[in-house]
């Protein structure tokens, strides 16, 4: 990895195409989701109600909240419904070979 | 212009009708395909003011949506338990879910504590429990009360008491129906012939390839009534094969058309406007060249056969190959024709192969002048696949066009063509001084029947 601030959390064998998983980077619980469009990076804590969002489901490109059933577009973090309406904070993902790396935006 | 009207309904277009087609076909027609049925319903006017008086469509909120089945979502959309769908029909909102691998149940979507929508919007979800995000009121995905903060100030919530209002919901096709009545009857005596014409083509063996909905600028009625009749082929389609169509009416819930596709007759436009297709007519090379958007592998009808045979051929091949199906059995008319049922009020099967929609109206909330347009393309599965899980619907709004669509391809300009005369219909109804719409005795009588079925249920004490 070129960049040094970039951590590599799983392999891509870990994770195919529709799942999700979480992973921590220091204290902080990442969400990673592979879609049709590709691995994006989002966090796991829900912004209504703070349940991990990878207990719940991932469906096309929106995770789903298992508590309310709030949708986050995984790509961006959007809220798409409510009770969310506070976006995810959306990570930068490298994927090379087999190595699925976050660079955390916010940090 | 005037005509002997002594036996209305009884006359038809000149030239094959698709009895004659289907005799013609090279392989076995299924049998529900031979039928035919249709009595003369009448010849009045229907009022324009059923597209338009709001005081018409509340009541249809109440006596017919309320009461009606309709098809909420597929079952594909609820593969997992915890899977919900949720289903907006005006005011009204349902809450489609498993709640066992081998079972589905509906629930209104409101909490029982303070009435508040408990899943927000419409569409596929996901919770393993459905919590009211006001006061966190949690039930289990089979309706049950299962968590009450402050459980002390109700003493008066019994057990039982305040469980998810539960919804009709059964099954059929691969799609799960809802009816809002609590006393409605069972769907199979709803469904008059459908579930043994389609044992013929099980569309629960299919999946959803794409989903697109549109808002029409057009009360709901009028909307779906651009869709029954293949009388506008000529004008809104610039196309020669519609006056053939053949029109069936099963009882009150069930129609069809059947329309086929890559013949033609001259004889039937001899009162259309102009020489266009008569003088000369179409030859078989030329009725080929407008089956080309189907993407066939012939540009030239080989001697002696006709634009029908060898599209139908090449279609067997192109389309069986690109699903992994064998279709080297399926008749002419499966492969090409254009073959509609429609389920009262609001719903459209196809059992074609390159022609596989499903179409649902539906009143755009409560604003009579508009509607929305469910657009789905049902494509067989091979022999022991599982369904995939269903694309998002694509979502078009009411100034948008079906070409802006990825995936509908030759088709976008075809439902731009369809939903393109709407605006000025609903328009046209508010200004018009006859008060009434004129209906063909034959090409438009299904729309007459979804009239005639509707008042049924706008009788206070129908059902």
């Not at chain 2, 259309?272 to 009808?301: C, I």
Request: aromatic share 10%; hydrophobic share 35%; charged share 25%.
């Amino acid at each position: 990895m070129s960049d040094e601030n970039y951590c590599r959390v799983a392999s891509l064998a870990e994770l195919p195409q529709g799942k999700s998983m979480s992973v921590e980077i220091g204290e902080r619980e990442i969400l990673l989701c592979h879609t049709s469009e590709g691995v994006f990076a989002v966090d796991n804590l829900c912004t209504h109600g703070a349940a991990r969002l990878c207990e719940g489901k991932l469906k096309g490109q929106r995770i789903l909240c298992p508590l309310h059933g709030a949708a986050f577009d995984v790509r961006d973090g959007a809220a798409l419904s409510r009770p969310a309406v506070r976006p995810l904070a959306s990570h930068r993902v490298s994927v090379e070979g087999d190595d699925i790396s976050v660079l955390l935006v916010d940090e | 212009m005037t005509l002997e009207n002594s036996e209305p309904g009884t006359a038809r277009a000149p030239g094959p009708a698709v009895a004659d087609t289907l005799s013609a076909d090279s392989r076995g027609v299924p049998p529900p395909l031979r039928e035919q049925r249709y009595e003369f319903l009448g010849d009045e006017d229907i009022p324009c003011s059923r597209y338009t008086s709001q005081a018409f469509a509340d009541l249809e909120t109440e006596r017919l949506w309320g009461r009606c089945w309709q098809w909420a979502c597929r079952e594909e959309h609820l593969q997992d338990v915890g899977d919900n769908y949720v289903y907006n029909i005006g005011p009204y909102s349902v809450i489609v879910v498993r709640s066992a691998p081998d079972k589905i149940q509906a629930f209104i979507n409101s909490c029982t504590h303070r009435g508040t929508r408990i899943l927000g919007g419409e569409g596929a979800g996901y919770t393993p429990q459905l919590t009211c995000p006001f006061h966190g009121w949690s039930w289990n995905v089979a309706g049950e009360l299962e968590a009450l903060p402050a459980r002390w100030d109700f003493p008066h919530v019994g057990a039982g008491t305040h469980n998810l209002q539960a919804v009709k919901c059964e099954t059929w096709g691969g799609f799960v129906f809802i009816n809002l009545d609590p006393d409605a009857r069972p769907l199979a005596q709803y469904l008059d012939v459908l579930p043994e014409h389609f044992s013929h083509f099980p569309l629960e063996r299919r999946r959803v390839r794409l989903h697109v909905q549109k808002v029409l600028p057009a009360n709901w009625k009028a909307s779906q009534e651009a869709f029954m009749e293949a009388y506008h082929n000529f004008e809104t389609h610039n196309a020669p094969n519609g006056a053939n169509t053949q029109y069936d009416i099963f009882g009150k819930f069930v129609s069809r058309f059947i329309h086929n596709i890559g013949n033609y007759s001259v004889e039937s436009l001899q009162d259309y406007p102009g020489d266009k297709w008569r003088n000369p007519p179409l030859t078989e090379n030329e009725l080929l060249q407008m089956l080309s958007v189907f993407g066939l592998d012939h540009e030239e009808v080989p001697p002696g056969e006709t634009a029908r045979s060898v599209a139908a051929e090449d279609l067997r091949r192109c389309i069986g190959e690109a699903l992994g199906i064998d279709l080297s059995e399926v008749s002419d008319s499966l492969m090409l024709d254009s073959i509609e049922y429609h389920l009262f009020p609001n719903m459209f099967f196809f059992p074609g192969i390159t022609v596989p929609m499903v179409y649902r109206f539906r009143p755009n909330g409560d604003d009579v002048d508009s509607s929305l347009f469910d657009f789905l393309i049902l494509e067989p599965l091979p022999e022991g696949a599982e369904h995939p899980e269903p694309p998002e619907p694509i979502y078009l709004d009411v100034e948008q066009s079906y070409t802006e669509a990825e995936g509908l391809e030759w088709l976008g300009p075809v439902y731009d063509e369809d939903t393109g005369n709407l605006a000025l219909q609903q328009q046209g109804f508010k200004t018009s001084r006859k008060r009434g719409i004129t209906l063909g005795n034959y090409q438009e009588s299904r729309i007459r029947r979804v009239h005639m079925t509707l008042d049924e249920f706008m009788a206070e004490n129908s059902e």
